[in-house]
């Protein structure tokens, strides 16, 4: 009796670290695509393409297993005449898409507030596994160009 009662214990705890272990790479994987193509409609976007939808599993760098990848680029209209006025203000209309989604800017992230010329930006959605960075850069004085990635967890 107490073996019976020992190898179901142990089954329910296997069972219980299984269930609370995180959404599957398909489930994690069709939140990222939603997220993504959510921000990318936004519309103040110019010229914008989704250049990976993120549906299909890739391998690891690492080969701990595979992930799945959205990448989207686009391009936002400024008058701002000042470089880190410019980046800065994109970074907060783009981050507040994000943070309408559930992600929580990475605060680990270093600190780019003297860079003028490129901002790098990462967003979390633990739950999911989730991170979206993007880079922000100046093509022109009237655009601000955004190279936006996600990705699930490696699993």
């Given at each position: 009796?107490?073996?019976?009662?020992?190898?179901?214990?142990?089954?329910?705890?296997?069972?219980?670290?299984?269930?609370?272990?995180?959404?599957?790479?398909?489930?994690?994987?069709?939140?990222?695509?939603?997220?993504?193509?959510?921000?990318?409609?936004?519309?103040?976007?110019?010229?914008?393409?989704?250049?990976?939808?993120?549906?299909?599993?890739?391998?690891?760098?690492?080969?701990?297993?595979f992930?799945?990848?959205?990448?989207?680029t686009?391009?936002?209209?400024?008058?701002?005449?000042?470089?880190d006025?410019?980046?800065?203000?994109?970074?907060?209309?783009?981050?507040?898409?994000?943070?309408?989604?559930g992600?929580?800017?990475?605060?680990?992230?270093?600190?780019?507030?003297?860079?003028t010329?490129?901002?790098?930006?990462?967003?979390?959605?633990?739950?999911?596994?989730?991170?979206?960075?993007?880079?922000?850069?100046?093509?022109?004085?009237?655009?601000?160009?955004?190279?936006?990635?996600?990705?699930?967890?490696?699993?």
């Open positions: 009796m107490r073996v019976v009662r020992s190898c179901v214990i142990g089954l329910l705890a296997a069972i219980v670290a299984a269930c609370s272990s995180g959404p599957s790479l398909e489930e994690a994987g069709s939140i990222l695509v939603r997220d993504g193509n959510a921000v990318m409609a936004w519309d103040n976007w110019v010229d914008e393409s989704i250049t990976n939808v993120g549906s299909r599993d890739v391998y690891c760098s690492d080969d701990s297993g992930k799945r990848v959205f990448t989207a686009g391009e936002l209209p400024t008058l701002n005449p000042d470089p006025n410019k980046l800065d203000g994109a970074a907060r209309q783009i981050g507040a898409r994000f943070a309408e989604r992600y929580l800017p990475d605060i680990s992230s270093l600190d780019q507030s003297d860079l010329d490129v901002r790098t930006i990462v967003w979390l959605k633990e739950s999911a596994g989730l991170r979206f960075f993007f880079t922000l850069t100046l093509p022109s004085d009237t655009r601000i160009s955004a190279h936006i990635k996600g990705e699930t967890s490696c699993g």
